[in-house]
Structure formats: structure tokens, C-alpha cells
């Protein structure tokens, strides 16, 4: 069983303008990462379909979706919120990311794949039931959970979410849906200034200081997400791969290395072994420091890989 590595060239096409830090240089770093440490040749590659409407639907409002559709410009930018922006060709870079993580959890889970990890943008977990936000327009790991529960009929499906930014789209997609686990850490104060104080029974939210260590998210991950994943025995993980938290991404103020981030993909490794299979699906969300971002993907592949 090999990783599976997933991206369309679409994802490059999204642009918010040069004032905004989500940037096609960011799918570039991590490829380019992938092949100096000789990691991409041991990959599966696959490109990304685009999602359906149907797809969309099992998480995103009608409305919202046409409004997205409708609005997606001919020329120049438009603004759907503060932050998020598209351009001629956003839409199909959205519409792609979403498709990478419907193809990941097929893959894994009709056993062509162990894993996959998907190189993609625009990010999508601050991407509401009915709103853009945070530079993302549709929920990309969201749709996977839903396209899991649905069309393989899982009952437990876990979303493991390491991005310095709390994923407010996921839990408000998920927060009264008991057959998926969302397990987060998170600074805090800090955008989107969620999550503090809303989780329950499946929605683990550790939020951190600014300036917390690696010692510190390893202590949160070992004593709050593991136990909750162990009792959950979730039949399938996805993880929401935001390296935003690395100590070099002036974007996050959190101290996170690329230890750490191999780290805690060994320990979503060891549940997915004993509850899932092995099935773990990995889409990029954060992380805008390049450098720091090739390696810190780069590290969480090799363990997706056994590398």
C-alpha cells in the first residue's frame, strides 16, 4: 500500500491579489520540497476532479453555492468577504481542492491508496455552511468527512485539525453530528476568535498560547485528542494539515518544528493502524512561511509514507 499524492494544476490559477499571503507559490514550495528530498518518487500521483454539486450540497446552503457560481468574475477580483477574493479562476481551483479530498478518501477507501496527502488551495476550513472566510470558499476537508459518511457509509469519521487558526467552518458544519469527531488545536485570541468555548462530546477544541512550544501541543494532542480519538475508534481520519503553527510564520506566533508535526502524524498514524485501517486523508490548509512550509509538509509526508 503506497501514499497517494493529490493536486490539479487549477489550484495554481486562485489569486487574491498580491496583499494576501495564500499564494500559488505555496502548492510550489511543498513540490518542490517533495522532489529535493527525493520523497515525490515514492508517491502515487493522482489529479484532482472537480467536486459535484452534490458534493457541495452535503455541507455547503444551496444559496451559498449558486452565489459562488454567479459570482465568479470574468475579469479582475470579487470580494465574498473581508479576506477571501476570487479571481477567473478560483472557482475551479475551489471546486478541484474539494475534488482532491473526494478522490483521497475514494482512494483509501477502496484500498488503492493506504494514504494520500493533498497539495491544494485555496485552504478550506474556516469555509462555513454559507459563507467564505479566511481565504477559503468551499470546505474541502468537511466535503470529504460528508462524501465518506454518505457514499461509503461510514458511521465514525474523525478530522484531525493542526492549523494555528481554529477551523470554525468544520465545527459549524459538524457540531451536531455526532459521526464525526473534530479534534483541533489553535491560538488563542486570535483569528477567527472561535472555539474556545464551543465544543462538546465530538469537538475537541485545545486552544493555545501564543508562543506555545512543541512540548506544549504534544502535551494538548497526548491528553486531550488521543483519548477522545481511542474512544471514538474512528473508521477513517482526515486531517486538516495547516503548518502555520511553525515557529518561523510570522502569520501564526506559535513555535511548532517539523518534529513536531511528524510527531503528531505518527499518533494519528497509530489510531487510523488500530481503528481504521490505516486510512488517513491529508489536505493542506495554512502555512505561509515557504520554506518552512516545504519542510513541515515534506516531514508529515514521510511519516504518511513510512519514509
Given at each position: 500500500?503506497?501514499?497517494?499524492y493529490?493536486?490539479h494544476?487549477?489550484?495554481?490559477?486562485?489569486?487574491?491579489?498580491a496583499?494576501?499571503?495564500?499564494?500559488?507559490a505555496?502548492?510550489?514550495a511543498?513540490h518542490?520540497?517533495l522532489?529535493?528530498s527525493?520523497?515525490?518518487d515514492?508517491?502515487?500521483?493522482?489529479?484532482?476532479?472537480?467536486?459535484?454539486?452534490?458534493q457541495?450540497?452535503r455541507?455547503?446552503?444551496?444559496?451559498?453555492?449558486?452565489?459562488?457560481?454567479a459570482?465568479?468574475?470574468?475579469a479582475?477580483?470579487?470580494?465574498?468577504?473581508g479576506d477571501?477574493?476570487?479571481n477567473?479562476?478560483?472557482?475551479q481551483?475551489a471546486?478541484?481542492?474539494?475534488?482532491?479530498?473526494?478522490l483521497?478518501?475514494d482512494?483509501?477507501m477502496?484500498?488503492?491508496?493506504q494514504?494520500?496527502?493533498?497539495?491544494i488551495?485555496?485552504?478550506?476550513?474556516h469555509?462555513?455552511?454559507?459563507s467564505?472566510?479566511?481565504?477559503?470558499?468551499?470546505?474541502?476537508i468537511?466535503?470529504?468527512?460528508?462524501?465518506?459518511?454518505?457514499?461509503?457509509?461510514?458511521?465514525?469519521?474523525a478530522?484531525?485539525?493542526f492549523?494555528?487558526?481554529?477551523?470554525?467552518?468544520?465545527?459549524?458544519i459538524?457540531?451536531?453530528?455526532?459521526?464525526v469527531?473534530?479534534?483541533?488545536?489553535f491560538r488563542?485570541?486570535?483569528y477567527?476568535?472561535?472555539g474556545a468555548?464551543?465544543?462538546?462530546?465530538?469537538?475537541?477544541n485545545?486552544?493555545?498560547?501564543?508562543?506555545?512550544?512543541?512540548?506544549?501541543?504534544r502535551?494538548?494532542?497526548?491528553?486531550?485528542?488521543?483519548p477522545?480519538l481511542?474512544?471514538?475508534?474512528?473508521?477513517?481520519?482526515?486531517?486538516?494539515?495547516?503548518?502555520?503553527?511553525?515557529?518561523?510564520?510570522?502569520?501564526?506566533?506559535?513555535?511548532?518544528?517539523?518534529a513536531?508535526?511528524?510527531?503528531?502524524?505518527?499518533a494519528?498514524?497509530?489510531?487510523?493502524?488500530?481503528h481504521?485501517?490505516?486510512r488517513?486523508?491529508s489536505a493542506?490548509?495554512?502555512?505561509y512561511?515557504?520554506?518552512?512550509l516545504?519542510?513541515s509538509?515534506?516531514?508529515h509526508i514521510?511519516?504518511?509514507?513510512?519514509?
Amino acid at each position: 500500500m503506497h501514499t497517494a499524492y493529490i493536486t490539479h494544476p487549477a489550484c495554481l490559477g486562485h489569486d487574491m491579489g498580491a496583499i494576501f499571503p495564500e499564494e500559488a507559490a505555496r502548492i510550489h514550495a511543498i513540490h518542490d520540497q517533495l522532489i529535493a528530498s527525493g520523497v515525490l518518487d515514492h508517491l502515487l500521483p493522482f489529479e484532482a476532479k472537480p467536486a459535484s454539486r452534490e458534493q457541495l450540497l452535503r455541507v455547503h446552503a444551496s444559496e451559498y453555492i449558486e452565489r459562488v457560481f454567479a459570482l465568479s468574475p470574468a475579469a479582475g477580483f470579487v470580494e465574498l468577504d473581508g479576506d477571501t477574493r476570487m479571481n477567473p479562476h478560483s472557482l475551479q481551483a475551489a471546486l478541484h481542492a474539494a475534488g482532491a479530498v473526494v478522490l483521497g478518501v475514494d482512494l483509501v477507501m477502496t484500498g488503492h491508496a493506504q494514504n494520500a496527502f493533498c497539495n491544494i488551495r485555496p485552504p478550506g476550513h474556516h469555509a462555513g455552511r454559507a459563507s467564505a472566510s479566511g481565504f477559503c470558499l468551499f470546505n474541502n476537508i468537511a466535503i470529504g468527512a460528508a462524501h465518506a459518511l454518505q457514499h461509503h457509509g461510514l458511521q465514525r469519521v474523525a478530522i484531525a485539525d493542526f492549523d494555528v487558526h481554529h477551523g470554525n467552518g468544520t465545527e459549524e458544519i459538524f457540531h451536531d453530528d455526532p459521526r464525526v469527531m473534530l479534534c483541533s488545536t489553535f491560538r488563542h485570541p486570535y483569528y477567527p476568535y472561535s472555539g474556545a468555548d464551543s465544543g462538546n462530546a465530538h469537538i475537541i477544541n485545545v486552544p493555545l498560547a501564543a508562543g506555545c512550544s512543541g512540548a506544549e501541543f504534544r502535551a494538548a494532542v497526548s491528553e486531550h485528542w488521543l483519548p477522545a480519538l481511542e474512544r471514538f475508534r474512528p473508521e477513517l481520519i482526515l486531517i486538516s494539515a495547516g503548518f502555520d503553527a511553525h515557529r518561523e510564520d510570522d502569520m501564526g506566533g506559535l513555535a511548532l518544528q517539523e518534529a513536531d508535526y511528524r510527531w503528531v502524524t505518527e499518533a494519528l498514524k497509530t489510531l487510523a493502524d488500530a481503528h481504521a485501517g490505516g486510512r488517513i486523508v491529508s489536505a493542506l490548509e495554512g502555512g505561509y512561511a515557504l520554506s518552512a512550509l516545504g519542510r513541515s509538509a515534506v516531514a508529515h509526508i514521510k511519516s504518511l509514507a513510512d519514509l
